[in-house]
């Protein structure tokens, strides 16, 4: 199949505003948009910039806007795009380093946040282990899913209105500790996310949890924290 793909093209260093180039490439219907773009960059210009890492879907550094929906290009197919037409844009809400390549700096500012990591600083009971019913770790496991691509958070309007919005990855990511049964910073984090930029900003959009590639709950795991703050009950 013949595929026309319409680049988003931004060189800080040369170019005054955004433009976009035009390649139009032989590929097959299984190829993914990945594998475009790398054949692009490989044989044809050379200076197309955009990131990529395990091209498996693991690593969360490929997420673009494809076609106006945020994907990992890895995980793209071309026939599953329902056309021959392409455009590849950088995630909306982040500023463009060069290309396709955005600036996660602020994304990952704003996961920082919300202490991302267990907090317990007691002894566990034996001494060696912090026990755990499979009731409560299946409480928490979809949040654990994750891989931090930034697809959720940079198609909400809510963070595209208000950069200071924390965002769903962020409260993602929270949630994968508040509803842990080891950690003892709930309290902490729930305050955190009751801030004017915090939970409250979403306005249950749904976008972040259409753009997921984990398939991650999204919007029900925020559900499960704004929940959390109004009764002060963790369960
Ligand atoms: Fe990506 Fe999903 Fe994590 Fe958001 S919640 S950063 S979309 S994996
Ligand atoms: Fe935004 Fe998702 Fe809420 S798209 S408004 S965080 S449901
Ligand atoms: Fe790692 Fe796509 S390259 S998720």
New binding site residues.
């Given amino acids: 199949m013949e595929v026309r793909m319409r680049i988003f093209r931004f060189n800080p260093e040369k170019d005054r505003k955004p433009h976009y180039d035009v390649f139009t490439v032989e590929a097959q219907p299984t190829d993914r948009v990945l594998d475009v773009l790398e054949w692009i960059r490989g044989d044809v210009d050379g200076t197309l910039a955009f990131r990529r890492s395990c091209a498996h879907g693991v690593c969360g550094s490929d997420a673009m806007r494809i076609n106006g929906r945020n994907y990992l290009a890895c995980k793209v197919l071309l026939r599953d795009l329902g056309t021959t037409e392409i455009t590849v844009e950088p995630l909306l809400g982040l500023p463009v380093i060069k290309d396709l390549i955005v600036d996660m700096g602020p994304f990952f500012e704003h996961y920082k946040t919300v202490m991302p990591y267990l907090v317990n600083d007691e002894l566990p009971a034996d001494g060696k282990e912090r026990l755990q019913s499979p009731e409560q770790r299946e409480r928490f496991d979809d949040t654990t899913k994750c891989i931090l691509c930034a697809a959720c958070t940079t198609?909400?309007?809510?963070f595209w209105s208000n950069g200071q919005y924390v965002g769903?990855a962020a409260i993602v990511n929270a949630h994968r500790f508040i509803f842990d049964s080891r950690d003892q910073a709930a309290v902490e984090r729930l305050e955190i996310l009751n801030d004017q930029f915090g939970v409250w900003r979403?306005?249950?959009?749904?976008?972040?949890?259409e753009a997921c590639p984990r398939e991650i709950k999204?919007?029900q795991a925020?559900a499960e924290v704004k929940r959390a703050i109004q009764t002060g009950r963790v369960e």
Avoid: K, V, Y
């Fill in positions: 198609s909400c309007p809510s769903p979403c306005r249950t959009a749904f976008n972040c949890t999204i919007t925020i």
